[in-house]
């Protein structure tokens, strides 16, 4: 494994380490809500690695392709069927996680001498986004007002890390009360600047939602472990669960109701992004999107 799949694997908490072989039961569990999906078959995802993390309201997707060595990782956007890859300008790799609707994306990139920033792209124009002092930053979620949310690590130990809020220029750092030290990640902001992410207790991952200054904690009822990765505008919540002796299912958390969401005839799930028209995205064998109905 190269250094930036390794310092990703640290970063974000394993996110796929849970994810085991075992057959899962796939369907939408609510039984008034369905979701139709459509598997995006990428250009030269011949691995499978691809990843899909974000989709906007006009359904412009971003994520990450991967090649098979994990020596060229690129950011993408897909959008009206158009597949475009792009690199941060100088940059050795390069992964993206959102997109607002002003066509702004961020992520990360690693440089030539293996360090990890923070970036933003706008109509081609590329900045680089670092918290000060931080030897590694990652920007995982922007919002329409240019707010954006991610982690970043201090020193040498990549399993330590802070989530932070950039909001005007301005760093604000923070973690959920009671955490294990340097286990918390936001990955997602909406435009009431709503973030969401996830923490650890105990080497257990749970979901989290910090609004007007208050943290909430997110957990899939009867789950071992619960994640969650982004926020719609309209406060719709998603990411991934795993059940006592299973696997991951993807999940959506809206006024207080938790609905199972998986494609069918696949072995585990992953829902990563959310718009406000009822679309997601997700990962399981191969990315995918889907339009639901009734189930936010």
């Known amino acids: 494994m190269n250094k930036i799949a390794c310092v990703l694997s640290a970063l974000l908490f394993v996110l796929y380490g849970f994810l085991s072989s075992h057959p899962a039961f796939s369907q939408n569990s609510s039984p008034n809500g369905t979701c139709s999906f459509q598997t995006l078959h990428l250009p030269n995802n011949l691995g ?29 956007l897909f959008f009206k069927g158009k597949f475009s890859l792009f690199k941060f300008p100088g940059s050795v790799l390069t ?81 959920f009360p009671g955490a294990d030290p340097g286990r918390t990640a936001a990955f997602g902001i909406n435009n009431r600047g709503v973030i969401v992410g996830t923490y650890e207790i105990a080497f257990m991952h749970h979901g989290f939602m910090l609004e007007n200054g208050h943290f909430h904690s997110i957990d899939f009822p009867g789950a ?56 997601i995205v997700g990962t399981n064998q191969l990315p995918y999107k889907a339009t639901c109905r009734n189930v936010f």
């Open 48 to 76: 499978g690695f691809d990843t899909v993390e974000a989709i906007n309201d006009i359904g412009a997707i971003v994520g990450t392709a991967v090649n098979f060595n994990e020596t060229d990782d690129h950011g993408f």
């Open 95 to 175: 992964s993206a996680h959102d997109i607002n609707n002003r066509a702004q994306i961020v992520g990360q990139y690693m440089d030539r001498s293996g360090n990890l920033h923070g970036f933003v792209v706008h109509d081609g124009g590329f900045q680089t986004i670092d918290v000060p002092g931080a030897s590694l930053t990652a920007v995982e979620g922007i919002n329409d007002l240019g707010d954006m949310v991610g982690v970043f690590v201090k020193g040498t130990d990549l399993e330590s890390t802070t989530s932070f809020l950039r909001h005007n220029g301005k760093i604000t750092t923070f973690s």
């Open 224 to 279: 071992d472990e619960t994640q969650v990765f982004k926020i719609s505008n309209d406060g719709d919540i998603v990411g991934t669960y795993t059940p006592p002796f299973g696997v991951s299912n993807g999940f959506s958390f809206d006024k207080g109701q938790f609905r199972t969401i998986n494609q069918p005839n696949t072995s585990f799930n992953s829902v990563r992004g959310v718009n406000n028209r009822d679309q």
